[in-house]
């Protein structure tokens, strides 16, 4: 990653962009190319316990006369029951926070990917529940940073609850027998609204509203990529099973409130979305799993 002066920052914007090694296009090479980090020749599988993707995003930026580029990077995380994501750019982001029990796993992600756990300046969730706040309290222990939910999912943060969790169907009220009630309390300390900005964090991110999976469902926005939480999921199974086909998560708390967040996510067009299960998600894919529901267009 080069370096940037700070001076030059606040005035660049995303214009130019390039990937470099998908989950199926040969993440290897990202590795290799990598600076500074992951193990060359380390290629991960889905028998590790912690599977690290590594995506490039390349933001040039113009202050000035003076034109630059900063590499930003998203990181999939692989746990047990659900992915949690790492948003690299001056700092990184950590966006969810796992199970409970998984502050370990999570820390040996950010190491393999290469990053230093002292340069993350966030803890960010999609939304309350015990697979992406679980290991919160831990992690905020250890990482001594502040933790960021929407106004609407904080009491499950405070309270370290689930709140109510509406099954969508049969397979969904089994699941629910399986999903923990209790996890370790924190007390967030940043509650977010509708939007948010993460380019104080250190990273060229912003943050939408997308209530339905429940009622502080929010999402992140990194140049052409999108980290939707679970507003829907990959595959069946918890994404074990085909897990780039889109489908609707397990539990939807509010219907018309999800159909809106994703109608306002595919408005926006990101080329890949990033589930809290499964993934990840090609545009098309998702537009067109829900454009045959009709939810999309007038
Ligand atoms: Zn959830
Ligand atoms: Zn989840």
Same mark, same amino acid.
């Given at each position: 990653?080069?370096?940037?002066?700070?001076?030059?920052?606040?005035?660049?914007?995303?214009?130019?962009?390039?990937?470099?090694?998908?989950?199926?296009?040969?993440?290897?090479?990202?590795?290799?190319?990598?600076?500074?980090?992951?193990? $060359?020749?380390?290629?991960?599988?889905?028998?590790?316990? =912690?599977? +690290?993707? %590594? &995506?490039?995003? @390349?933001?040039?930026?113009?202050?000035?006369?003076?034109?630059?580029?900063?590499?930003?990077?998203?990181?999939?995380?692989?746990?047990?029951?659900?992915?949690?994501?790492?948003?690299?750019?001056?700092?990184?982001?950590?966006?969810?926070?796992?199970?409970?029990?998984?502050?370990?796993?999570?820390?040996?992600?950010?190491?393999?990917?290469?990053?230093?756990?002292?340069?993350?300046?966030?803890?960010?969730?999609?939304?309350?529940?015990?697979?992406?706040?679980? $290991?919160?309290?831990?992690?905020?222990?250890?990482?001594? =940073?502040? +933790?960021? %939910? &929407?106004?609407? @999912?904080?009491?499950?943060?405070?309270?370290?609850?689930?709140?109510?969790?509406?099954?969508?169907?049969?397979?969904?009220?089994?699941?629910?027998?399986?999903?923990?009630?209790?996890?370790?309390?924190?007390?967030?300390?940043?509650?977010?609204?509708?939007?948010?900005?993460?380019?104080?964090?250190?990273?060229?991110?912003?943050?939408?509203?997308?209530?339905?999976?429940?009622?502080?469902?929010?999402?992140?926005?990194?140049?052409?990529?999108?980290?939707?939480?679970?507003?829907?999921?990959?595959?069946?199974?918890?994404?074990?099973?085909?897990?780039?086909?889109?489908?609707?998560?397990?539990?939807?708390?509010?219907?018309?409130?999800?159909?809106?967040?994703?109608?306002?996510?595919?408005?926006?067009?990101?080329?890949?979305?990033?589930?809290?299960?499964?993934?990840?998600?090609?545009?098309?894919?998702?537009?067109?799993?829900?454009?045959?529901?009709?939810?999309?267009?007038?």
């Amino acid at each position: 990653m080069p370096v940037i002066d700070d001076d030059v920052i606040p005035a660049r914007k995303p214009a130019a962009h390039a990937f470099i090694g998908f989950e199926d296009e040969g993440f290897e090479s990202a590795f290799g190319k990598m600076e500074g980090g992951g193990e $060359s020749g380390d290629s991960p599988t889905d028998d590790d316990d =912690v599977v +690290v993707f %590594v &995506h490039y995003v @390349d933001y040039s930026y113009t202050s000035g006369n003076v034109k630059g580029m900063q590499n930003m990077e998203l990181i999939k995380i692989k746990l047990s029951f659900s992915n949690a994501y790492l948003i690299k750019g001056k700092k990184s982001v950590l966006v969810d926070a796992g199970s409970p029990n998984e502050a370990d796993k999570i820390l040996g992600a950010v190491q393999k990917a290469g990053i230093n756990a002292r340069d993350i300046s966030l803890i960010l969730h999609t939304h309350g529940h015990f697979d992406h706040a679980g $290991s919160t309290a831990e992690l905020k222990r250890r990482l001594k =940073v502040p +933790v960021a %939910v &929407h106004a609407n @999912d904080a009491f499950m943060l405070r309270e370290g609850r689930n709140g109510e969790i509406k099954p969508r169907n049969l397979e969904a009220r089994l699941i629910m027998l399986l999903v923990p009630n209790s996890f370790e309390a924190t007390e967030p300390d940043i509650l977010v609204e509708e939007e948010m900005d993460l380019n104080d964090f250190g990273v060229e991110a912003r943050i939408i509203f997308t209530p339905g999976h429940t009622k502080g469902s929010i999402s992140v926005l990194c140049n052409n990529e999108a980290i939707v939480g679970d507003i829907m999921m990959g595959g069946w199974a918890g994404g074990a099973i085909l897990g780039s086909r889109p489908n609707y998560h397990y539990f939807i708390d509010n219907i018309e409130q999800l159909h809106a967040s994703i109608k306002k996510i595919l408005g926006i067009k990101p080329q890949r979305l990033y589930v809290g299960h499964g993934g990840h998600l090609k545009f098309e894919d998702v537009f067109e799993r829900f454009s045959a529901i009709n939810i999309i267009g007038n």
